[in-house]
């Protein structure tokens, strides 16, 4: 059993959203068919961090940014692939979270024809490779992760403690030494450079 997450019990601060967020589930109900998996990896881009899409401020394209935290925004990169990001701040103000990794737990099979038949470690690790794997599309900018019907976030019953641990983020130009890229500790499906096991 998948509990959805409520607004109320996502923190309001977009470092502590995203160690939050480890452990949790991403859910994707489409068309009768539902794929679904652990977060083992994310990255927090705060208020006032010059490698977050809100730095300059509100635009068409990042506005999904300044909704209530848990609300999904998308964007397009390298003309090929899908990010998926959670709003991590209070209505308003531009912050969020990227969702880097899962786990594959549900739809597996349906996640591999999305991806050409990936090994199952692969199929979700990296931002891109889980947007395709769990069909997160443009369309999906601006969502309600916490109410809507087809995409959401979820806590296991049988959630496992997990071990988070922080190392810096992945792909930037600006503030890569800030340790805001959290992820599970030991998890194979984690993406970017090997990481300590313990």
Same mark, same amino acid.
């Given at each position: ?5 409520? /607004?109320?019990?996502? =923190?309001?601060?977009?470092?502590? #959203?995203?160690?939050?967020?480890? +452990?949790?589930?991403? &859910?994707? %109900? !489409? ?68 969702? /880097?990794?899962?786990? =594959?737990?549900?739809?597996?099979? #349906?996640?591999?024809?999305?991806? +050409?038949?990936?090994? &199952?470690? %692969? !199929? ?75």
């Amino acid at each position: 059993m998948i509990k959805r997450l409520r /607004r109320r019990d996502l =923190p309001i601060d977009t470092v502590k #959203l995203a160690r939050f967020l480890i +452990g949790k589930m991403l &859910v994707h %109900d !489409l068309r009768g068919h539902r794929t679904s998996g652990r977060i083992v990896e994310t990255e927090a881009y705060p208020v006032g961090d010059a490698a977050g899409h809100a730095f300059r401020g509100e635009t068409k394209r990042n506005a999904s940014l300044y909704l209530a935290r848990g609300h999904a925004y998308v964007y397009f990169i390298y003309g090929m692939y899908c990010c998926l990001n959670v709003s991590s701040e209070r209505a308003g103000v531009g912050a969020g979270v990227l969702i /880097r990794a899962l786990e =594959p737990t549900e739809g597996i099979d #349906l996640m591999k024809e999305r991806r +050409g038949s990936s090994p &199952v470690r %692969d !199929l979700a690790r990296g931002p891109g490779r889980l947007a395709l794997a769990m069909a997160i599309t443009l369309r999906d900018d601006g969502v309600d992760l916490c109410a809507d019907p087809s995409l959401w976030l979820g806590v296991s019953d049988s959630e496992n403690r997990t071990v988070v641990a922080a190392t810096t983020r992945i792909g930037l130009s600006r503030e890569q030494n800030r340790p805001w890229r959290f992820y599970e500790r030991g998890s194979r499906f984690v993406s970017g450079p090997a990481l300590p096991k313990r």
